[in-house]
Nanobody
Framework: QVQLVESGGGSVQAGDSLRLSCSGS????????MGWFRQAPGKEREFVAA????????SYADSVKGRFTISRDNAKNTVYLQMNSLKPEDTAVYYC?????????????????WGQGTQVTVSS
């Protein structure tokens, strides 16, 4: 089973950028589609972005489209989330997760394994 570990979170000002990383263990990482989700205090976990196993297909929530970019490096067993033009409403714990196949608009229940999350705080 692939274990996932997120990193790269932090506290930034509105308009700044951050890049999150999600590193996976095991030799089967490249077989899985990956997703990023986030959860703000008192809110449900929501979809942010997804990428297919090859990296050839990606999808985004409307709230981050044009600002966030998901990518992956299967040689490094890592998926990234480049976040630009950050807003206070992007403040949340960000999680990566994996599933066998790519979905355009997945829900949290579609994913089998999750990382522990990394905190992103954006102040105005």
């Amino acid at each position: 089973q692939v274990q996932l570990v997120e990193s790269g979170g932090g506290s930034v000002q509105a308009g700044d950028s951050l890049r999150l990383s999600c590193s996976g263990s095991g030799r089967t990482f490249s077989l899985y589609a990956m997703g990023w989700f986030r959860q703000a205090p008192g809110k449900e976990r929501e979809f942010v972005a997804a990428i297919s196993s090859s990296g050839g297909s990606t999808s985004y929530a409307d709230s981050v489209k044009g600002r966030f970019t998901i990518s992956r490096d299967n040689a490094k067993n890592t998926v990234y989330l480049q976040m630009n033009s950050l807003k206070p409403e992007d403040t949340a714990v960000y999680y990566c997760a994996l599933r066998r196949t790519f979905l355009v608009l997945p829900t949290p229940s579609d994913f089998q394994s999750w990382g522990q999350g990394t905190q992103v705080t954006v102040s105005s």
